[in-house]
């Protein structure tokens, strides 16, 4: 069981949507967007269950070894009897149901979807009665449960819940991170959790349980031997090892399963990388096991390249053990990786943002040049739910007009452009400016703008003697004076 992919007689159709790991058993529940949910014992090679539904499930989730629930791109969130593979409907969202959890401590299924709406469903009540947390303003992209504790992400901001206590407002959590959260998890060991970003980090919090230390930082999730700068892969999936404090696994969407420590600030090694995305992690209870989906993900706009797979590590994995003795002796890794600070956090050239979300007089790259958005327009769903935005956008320094067709819950890349002020000191004969930088130092690698207006502006103010300060405008390594401001007479 040394990292070989489950086999199943009927293999899975479409997307997998979550894995998890019974409560104490090997058995292995699965959700996918063909629209069954599957049980898996892995101990024994042997697929338990195959039950359809109506509806494509998004999220899925133990109540005990006995039953199940799941969140269905139908609004309705539904229990399985895993014995007799029967279903019924517990509750109803208004809109796609896309996430779901259990509490064991208050016996409450707790679900989301894109209503903007957390719903509690108590699982010792008939069905139907549910009741709404605080409404939202956005709609949740992950939720976590652990103990007592629920952690909701929407866009790039954190919520955090006390299960007890459903009628209090949320408190709010400070990420740093300032684009779009995919996926979050609860600390098993203590409250804190751990978040992934549309563009390749990982915010941390975390507080001791012995002590009154807080572990907080952030860090790019990038490969050894990449250049972190450039990898931007989004964080699918974080997870905890249920027994050691502080590891943590995290899964992105170019195939990669990295192992941290959050202690010691250190990578400490990475799996072999996956066919396709990593869709889903999931840990046995003891720690043991360790399952990883492969499969396409809906925010990919590569659909089904490689056919959805699950792979079952287990400790006596070179990697695994490796993982185990790090992480007993708290030694140094097998190689020093960069933790960022916040100032760190702007160092790519781009960011991923959802294609829906794109709105007129932003940015977006398209043929790999830095575009501002001048018309955009929304076709009709196609097959698989996805609509197609239509992107007009005029390069930023050249001014071409660019056009691209994007599927609108798919990603595309958006240029981190800014605009810096800079006094004007002095215009060489080649076309170069010296401009005066805040610190007192020079910059000298600037030539004077292309626009014809421009350009004569500059040149009679500065022939007057006036002073000039330009505005220069920066994105994916260019840069470009782009506005002139006249402060007056020398």
Not at 228 to 256: K, M
Not at 266 to 273: A, I, M, N
Not at 366 to 391: D, L, M, Q, Y
């Amino acid at each position: 069981m040394s990292g070989a992919p489950l086999k199943f007689e009927s293999p899975i159709q479409d997307a997998i949507s979550r894995i998890r790991f019974a409560p104490t058993s090997h058995n292995l529940l699965i959700s996918s967007w063909d629209s069954k949910l599957r049980l898996y014992d892995v101990e024994s090679s042997l697929l338990r269950l195959e039950a359809p539904s109506e509806a494509a499930l998004l999220d899925c989730c133990f109540q005990n070894e006995t039953a199940a629930f799941s969140a269905g791109s139908d609004g309705c969130v539904r229990r399985y009897d895993l014995h007799s593979g029967s279903c019924e409907t517990i509750g109803n969202h208004d809109d796609i149901a896309t996430c779901i959890g259990y509490s064991d401590e208050t016996s409450q299924v707790i679900s989301a979807g894109l209503d903007k709406k957390i719903y509690a469903w108590d699982a010792r009540m008939e069905k139907g009665k549910g009741y709404a947390f605080e409404s939202l303003n956005s709609e949740v992209t992950s939720m976590s449960l652990s103990g007592l504790n629920m952690m909701v992400t929407m866009g790039a901001s954190i919520l955090m819940c006390d299960l007890r206590s459903p009628l209090k407002p949320f408190e709010s959590k400070d990420s740093d991170l300032k684009t779009t959260i995919i996926c979050g998890s609860a600390s098993p060991h203590a409250k804190g959790f751990a978040v992934g970003s549309a563009d390749g980090r990982v915010s941390l919090e975390i507080l001791h349980p012995s002590n009154s230390d807080t572990i907080r930082y952030m860090f790019r999730c990038h490969p050894k031997s990449t250049d972190r700068r450039y990898h931007l892969a989004a964080v699918n999936e974080i997870v905890f090892n249920p027994i050691i404090y502080g590891a943590l696994l995290t899964g992105d969407d170019e195939g990669h399963v990295i192992a941290w420590d959050a202690q010691t600030r250190k990578r400490l090694f990475q799996l072999p990388k996956y066919p396709n995305s990593v869709a889903s992690l999931s840990y046995h209870h003891q720690g043991r096991l360790l399952a990883v989906a492969s499969s396409y993900t809906y925010r990919q706009a590569i659909e089904l390249e490689e056919a959805p797979q699950i792979f079952i590590h287990d400790s006596g994995d070179a990697n695994i053990n490796l993982f185990l003795s790090e992480l007993s002796k708290s030694a140094m890794s097998d190689e020093e990786h960069h933790f960022e600070s916040k100032a760190d956090a702007g160092a790519s050239k781009t960011y991923p943002q959802q294609a829906g979300t794109i709105r007129k007089n932003g940015y977006i790259v398209i043929k790999n040049r830095p575009c501002k958005v001048v018309e955009v327009s929304t076709s009709k769903t196609g097959k698989h739910g996805h609509a197609k935005c239509h992107f007009v956008g005029i390069d930023i320094f050249t001014a071409k007009k660019l056009e691209d067709i994007v599927p609108s819950s798919h990603n595309c890349d958006v240029p981190h452009v800014n605009r810096t002020d800079y006094q004007l000191i002095d215009i060489s004969e080649d076309g170069f400016v010296s401009l005066l930088t805040e610190n007192g130092n020079t910059k000298d690698d600037l030539r004077l703008p292309t626009d014809d207006n421009l350009l004569t502006q500059i040149k009679d103010g500065f022939a007057e003697g006036k002073d000039l300060v330009v505005s220069v405008m920066s994105a994916m390594g260019e840069e470009q004076i782009c506005a002139l401001k006249d402060i007056g007479p020398k």
